[in-house]
């Protein structure tokens, strides 16, 4: 089976600081990815996406990185604000199914 | 708000009772899915239905049943359900064909106790 996993379960950050969250996968035949956030009490909502073709695209304030040489993908959250606060997790497609990881707990301390 | 809801948000039963959760989304899609949201675990997906036709089943125990009337609207019942059955059940939808390679959208999720 797929096995997708945050390199921490938690992160704790400063407000205003930049923010990394990581996260592995194993299948080299993954093509498509996207980060989700999930907040308290709500479902998760999109974030930024990249597809296998590319190894770095930007949103606002967020930056995703692919690197498919070690199967790694990672987010960027810059000036993390108070409302940054939340699960952050990746999921990868391989063309059949998305396979989502645990989750990465992100706390902004004000 | 993502253009998709899901109601009860809450619902607590017990293993005897028969009930249903619906999903609604108002985004054009046509792929609907239902997926389980544990505790400190991955994303389960459920159930794909594809332009109202179920595409995929994850070997989900039939006590979990869904039905999809058209491509606006999903509905998962439930019968029988054990206590290990609780769980967030999010129900999400993407604009074209199924799973590849879609961006999925999901709805807040209910929260389903099974006493």
């Known amino acids: 089976g797929e096995s997708v996993g945050l390199h921490l379960p938690t992160l704790s950050v400063q407000e205003g600081d930049n923010s990394i969250i990581n996260c592995a996968y194993s299948?080299?035949?993954?093509?498509?990815f996207i980060w989700y956030k999930q907040e308290s009490g709500k479902g998760p909502q999109f974030i930024i996406d990249?597809?296998?073709?590319?190894d770095k695209r930007q949103g606002q304030r967020v930056t995703v990185l692919l690197n498919k040489t070690v199967k790694h993908l990672s987010l960027q959250i810059a000036a993390t604000q108070p409302g940054d606060s939340a699960v952050y997790f990746c999921?990868?497609?391989?063309?059949?199914?998305?396979?989502f990881g645990t989750g990465t707990s992100l706390t902004v301390i004000p | 708000e993502t253009g998709v809801t899901q109601t009860p948000r809450h619902l607590v039963m017990g293993m005897t009772n028969k009930k249903s959760l619906k999903c609604e989304q108002h985004?054009?899609?046509?792929?609907m899915y239902w997926y389980k949201q544990s505790a400190k675990k991955p994303l389960e997906l459920m159930f794909v239905?594809?332009?109202?036709?179920?595409?995929e089943n994850n070997s989900v125990p039939s006590r979990f049943s869904p039905e999809c009337p058209n491509s606006s609207h999903l509905f998962l019942h439930l019968h029988t359900l054990q206590p290990e059955d609780s769980a967030l059940y999010l129900c999400?939808?993407?604009?074209?064909?199924?799973?590849?390679?879609?961006?999925?959208?999901f709805g807040p999720g209910t929260r389903l106790l099974v006493l």
């Open positions: 999400a939808s993407s604009q074209n064909t199924g799973l590849v390679r879609e961006t999925q959208y």
């Open positions: 299948n080299s035949a993954s093509d498509y």
């Open positions: 990249i597809r296998s073709n590319m």
């Open positions: 999921a990868e497609n391989t063309g059949n199914q998305f396979y």
């Open positions: 985004l054009g899609h046509n792929a």
């Open positions: 239905y594809n332009f109202k036709e179920q595409t």
